[in-house]
């Protein structure tokens, strides 16, 4: 932009010079034609008439008005040729004396040229001798050789001082020759006609009358003599934007002369403003750009920066974090140690003779030892957690006997303050499932103790349930509970376990009936989907846990979760305990793939419930049985197909008695109480059979105690009716407490049979009524005479060598075998049963342990089957018919083993054992591992 | 009189039963060591159980006398050697505390752990002492059933 502004100037520049030489060689050329006028006009009236027409004043007047013709010439005069010779006359014909230019009377020379006319603005050069200035007489022979204008160079002019030229004009006395030669014009010469240009003042009017005068600065050179420009107008030092000028050739028309006139710019150039914008614009773009490539720069590298920092802040966090975990793991491990000699110590301490208040010392020291265990366990539990370090196994376990186990757990603690506890699981959910037996323990144990801690009266009700059904039901319930729930809790009896109000209605009688009904629809009609269920990998359970304590106060129940929160301050003092528990309780559950929530209302109770997702097991994985004995109890399948009556107000309670029952494999009726239970059996008399007829009569304490004269009616009337009936059923007491008079009075009252104490367990209940029906386990138990008399089938005769170093394992073991009629035969060590062993022997089985001291079970597993190889090699060599040979010696040997770890399994197999059984020995079990080889085993026995 | 005697006596086993399933003292083996009795061998879980105590006894001091050696003769081989007989016949009569007890001395001997291995032999032979009590207990109980039964005209059988 600033290059097209310098060239616009420039152009600018040059058009204007170009201009100004044109006009001043225009006006000059026209001043010079002018002067020529003059000179022919001299020569026509001053020397073709005779005499002359001009004088000075004609001439004065003439030049005078004729002046505005030559604007540049400050004035005309003529001068005569005078030749020395003629000197004097023309001095006396004008009358004064040739002067030179300084005034002084003309000293001799060989012509003179004095001024005879001039204008009158020169008048002041009449009569000087124009040949006495060096420059005029240069000028007069040159003009008079050429017959030309001819031009002076520049020079200061008389009486004005200004720079100027003078111009000469030949005049000739006659008509010259078409061509005439330098001699010739000479001879001719009859004076010069000159005329003063001053430049100077002429140009500068010049120039004023063009606009733009006041931006150029215009100088005329003479630049005749190359070397030595000389300045015709303008200031030889002037300033004025010196980098770029112009030159214009002017030509004045004397041929021996150049001119040259040079323009300038007054100023510099001014650079543009859009330029000068534009740059600036562009400037603080770029400045800005800049400032925001910066600006982000700066920002990037704060951001990474920081992003370091935090980065290192967050490992040296973590690292924080597991050097935490790790040291509470390490502290409260180490805190655990001498913890448990500490509590050992006052357990002994407490069985030695002490005085009550050395006891109650010590029982309170074991107290708190037991409660900083307990802190100590959950902490380190948390920190686990948090550190990731827990891993959940994946295991088949029976989910009910875990339950049952908690239960028992809580059941001193419960029977002592009085409450209900018990435990429901739904049909649905599958026997064995597999997840982390004992973390789920630890989570029911959670809820439970916080349930046992916080409650008072009532009960606490642990409930399972497939998570699939219950949902409708929830929306249902959910709605009365908002509606009524809190309305009516006055004096209602409310139909849950113990009577008393739970916060969540939907543990109450009405769903639960609803469900359980559900289920028994769906059992029929959806055997099909139980299938597809069954086909899916994962269960997902929910867990209730509900109670009828004090309840979570509504402030506090959004931090119920957070670690070391309780409901407030005095929580602990009431109660103890840290607030640790339910925030790994969530954790646990949420490890276990479900989620956690309760509902409670003060003053009534909290309902925790939780679901939980627990693979399926499958049944193939089950019927190893391996498994099995290490989490699940079993249950003696004694009483499959026993009937009993469940004598019950509650109906939520006499579900669950009749869940622990049908656990059982009894088959169980509910009565509403004993009028309509002793009528049932009444009927049952008459119709013999149609309905069931109960083996056992369960009755709960509460209905026993209301309807008292009834159940002594109750058994008046067994006895009557049943006087002539084989055997009457036996009557037995469930209860929750019970009071040393309550008990004297129920055995009066005819329960002399037991009482069972809640909670209800199935083993326990199983060990009850073992005890109960007494030796009538061979009577009515015929699925238990199944299974044994199939093992009795399977074992009787045989001959079967026990070995194993332990006594009572032993003496067990041939107990067992005894019972179904095989030989038995023991050997305490490996080696007496290799010398037992020594072929041939008529022993049909082996029952190795595998841990003995000096040779173990693998090793003499390993021994008898070399022998027995030896044996049939032998006899392979002997008889060539090998292939007639119908038996080889081969001496089934099963392992007994407590561990049942897998690999175990795999080792017994590995040095040639049959099979295994675990210890001690379970019916079952032993028949799944005797059944393998012995059903063949007649083919080929004999 | 006397039936009502066998009656109450029952229940009275019926509940130390009870009790010691509770506390945890007997597991579920106790009873099928019970279905093992019958009429040919009716002394049988009395019997075993004679065994064990006889047996565990002798493990015992043998465990005492085996942790009160100098520190270098101390052998925890051999201890876990005692441990699993104990464990083994422990289980077998469905003494559950007893062998958990013996699962934790063994854990602790498998760890050289000399004092964890001396307490845990003292909570052992106190649980011992506890089983002991309440085994013979419920034996005495049984006996008196059993006298009583004799006396007491059959109903049942």
């Known amino acids: 932009m600033d290059a097209d502004n310098k060239v616009r100037r420039k152009e600018v520049l040059s058009s204007m010079c170009e201009q100004r030489a044109r006009m001043l060689q225009d006006q000059f050329s026209v001043s010079v034609n002018h002067v020529h006028a003059l000179a022919i006009l001299v020569s026509t009236f001053h020397y073709d008439k005779d005499p002359s027409a001009i004088d000075q004043d004609t001439f004065a007047e003439y030049t005078a008005r004729t002046a505005f013709e030559r604007p540049l010439l400050s004035g005309v005069a003529y001068a005569e040729r005078v030749k020395h010779s003629e000197r004097e006359k023309f001095e006396r014909q004008h009358d004064w004396t040739i002067k030179t230019m300084k005034r002084e009377p003309s000293p001799i020379r060989d012509e003179y040229a004095p001024v005879i006319f001039s204008q009158e603005t020169v008048s002041y050069i009449e009569s000087l001798d124009m040949m006495s200035g060096e420059e005029d007489r240069e000028n007069i022979l040159r003009a008079r050789a050429t017959g030309k204008a001819v031009l002076t160079s520049p020079f200061r002019l008389l009486g004005s001082h200004h720079l100027g030229v003078v111009l000469t004009f030949p005049v000739y006395k006659s008509k010259l020759p078409s061509k005439p030669t330098v001699e010739e014009r000479i001879e001719a010469t009859a004076g010069y006609l000159g005329g003063a240009f001053d430049v100077e003042s002429l140009v500068e009017y010049l120039l004023g009358q063009l606009a733009g005068n006041q931006a150029i600065l215009v100088n005329v050179y003479d630049i005749t003599n190359s070397s030595d420009h000389l300045i015709m107008y303008g200031h030889q030092n002037q300033d004025g934007d010196l980098a770029l000028l112009h030159e214009s050739q002017l030509d004045f028309g004397d041929p021996f002369r150049k001119h040259q006139m040079i323009c300038r710019y007054h100023q510099k150039a001014t650079t543009s403003w859009t330029a000068l914008t534009t740059a600036f614009l562009f400037f603080v773009i770029c400045l800005l750009v800049g400032y925001i490539l910066y600006g982000a720069a700066i920002h990037i ?90 891993e959940l196994e994946t295991v088949p376990f029976d989910l009910r006997s875990i339950l049952d186990d908690v239960l028992s757990l809580f059941s001193e603690k419960s029977r002592n303050k009085g409450l209900e506890l018990a435990v429901f699981v739904s049909d649905k959910v599958p026997e064995m499932v597999m997840g982390d037996p004992g973390r789920f323990r630890q989570i029911i144990t959670n809820l439970v103790g916080n349930s046992v801690k916080f409650t008072e009266r009532g009960h606490i009700f642990v409930e399972v349930h497939v998570a699939e059904n219950p949902k409708p039901i929830d929306d249902a319930k959910a709605e009365t509970c908002l509606n009524g729930g809190a309305l009516i809790s006055g004096g209602r009896r409310f139909n849950t376990l113990s009577g008393y109000e739970a916060a969540d209605e939907r543990n109450s009688w009405d769903s639960f009936q609803h469900l359980v009904t559900a289920k028994a629809l769906q059992d029929d009609a959806s055997v099909k989907m139980e299938v597809a269920d069954e086909a899916s990998q994962s269960v997902t359970l929910m867990v209730s846990v509900e109670d009828t304590g004090i309840g979570i106060p509504l402030i506090a129940q959004h931090r119920v979760f957070t670690p070391f929160m309780q409901a407030d301050s005095s929580t602990s003092r009431n109660y103890g305990g840290t607030g640790i528990g339910l925030s790994i309780t969530k954790c646990l559950v949420e490890l276990m793939g479900g989620h956690i929530s309760f509902i409670s209302r003060p003053q009534v109770g909290s309902t925790f419930s939780f679901t939980t997702v627990f693979g399926r097991c499958e049944k193939a994985s089950l019927g190893v049985g391996d498994t099995k004995k290490s989490n699940a109890e079993d249950l003696p399948s ?305 | 009189m006397l039936g009502l005697d066998a009656d109450q006596l029952r229940a009275d086993m019926n509940r130390l039963l009870a009790f010691l399933f509770h506390q945890g003292i007997l597991d579920e083996q106790f009873l099928q060591l019970q279905q093992l009795q019958d009429e040919n061998s009716p002394n049988f879980v009395s019997e075993v159980v004679n065994i064990y105590f006889h047996e565990s006894e002798k493990l015992l001091r043998n465990l005492r006398s085996l942790l009160t050696m100098d520190r270098e003769l101390l052998s925890f081989d051999k201890i876990g050697i005692h441990l699993n007989q104990f464990i083994g016949s422990s289980s077998s009569i469905g003494a559950q505390r007893v062998r958990n007890i013996c699962v934790a001395f063994r854990a602790a001997s498998d760890n050289n752990n000399r004092t964890g291995c001396l307490r845990s032999l003292e909570v052992l032979e106190h649980e011992h002492c506890i089983l002991k009590n309440k085994l013979h207990e419920l034996f005495q109980i049984e006996q008196q059933i059993l006298l009583a039964a004799a006396v007491r005209y059959p109903v049942l059988n």
């Not at chain 1, 920092?309 to 040296?316: A, G, P």
Request: overall charge neutral.
């Open chain 1, 301 to 390: 590298v704060k951001v990474e920066d920081d992003f370091h920092e935090m980065q290192e802040l967050m490992v040296r966090a973590e690292a924080a974090d597991v050097a935490k975990s790790q040291f509470l793991a390490t502290v409260s491990h180490e805190i655990r140690t001498p913890m448990n000699g500490i509590l050992g110590m006052l357990a002994l301490l407490l069985d030695t003779d002490l005085s009550s208040t050395q006891r109650d010392y010590a029982q309170t020291a074991q107290v708190c030892g037991k409660a900083l265990i307990t802190l100590i366990n959950e902490v380190l539990d948390r920190a686990k957690i948090e550190a990731g370090k827990l």
């Open chain 1, 638 to 942: 004694g009483f499959r197909g026993l009937k009993a009556i469940v004598v019950d107000g509650k109906p939520v309670r006499a579900a669950v008695t009749r869940y622990h029952l049908k656990r059982l494999g009894i088959l169980v009726e509910v009565a509403n109480n004993v009028k309509i239970a002793a009528s049932a059996c009444g009927k049952n008399d008459s119709s013999c059979g149609s309905k069931i007829q109960p083996d056992i009569v369960l009755v709960e304490k509460d209905s026993w105690l209301s309807g008292e004269d009834g159940s002594m009616n109750l058994r008046m009337f067994d006895w009557k009716h049943n006087g002539h009936m084989f055997k009457l059923p036996k009557l037995i007491l469930l209860a929750t407490n019970i009071t040393n008079a309550e008990l004297e009075k129920a055995k009066a009252a005819g329960f002399a049979d037991t009482t069972i104490m809640k909670p209800l367990r199935a083993s326990m209940v199983a060990a009850c009524l073992q005890q109960v029906l007494g030796t009538g386990k061979r009577q009515p138990g015929n699925g238990m005479l199944n299974g044994s008399s199939v093992l009795g089938g399977l074992l009787c005769g045989k001959k079967i060598l026990v070995v194993d170093d332990n006594m009572v394992n032993r003496r067990v073991a041939a107990g067992a075998l005894k019972k179904f009629g095989a030989a038995v035969e023991c050997a305490e060590s490996g080696k007496a049963a290799l010398k037992l062993l020594q072929l041939p022997h008529s022993f049909d089985a082996c029952f190795m342990d595998i841990q003995m001291p000096e040779m173990d079970g693998f090793e003499a597993t390993r021994r008898i089957r070399m022998m027995e190889t030896r044996a049939n090699e032998q006899m392979n060599g002997d008889t060539d018919q090998g292939s007639v040979r119908k038996d080889e010696w081969h001496l089934p040997i099963l392992a007994m083993t407590a561990d049942v770890i897998h690999a175990t399994y795999d080792e017994c197999l590995k040095c040639g054992m049959d099979g295994y059984v675990s210890k001690p020995f379970e019916e079952e079990n032993l028949y799944q591992a005797v059944a393998k080889f012995f059903k063949t085993k007649p083919v080929s026995d004999s």
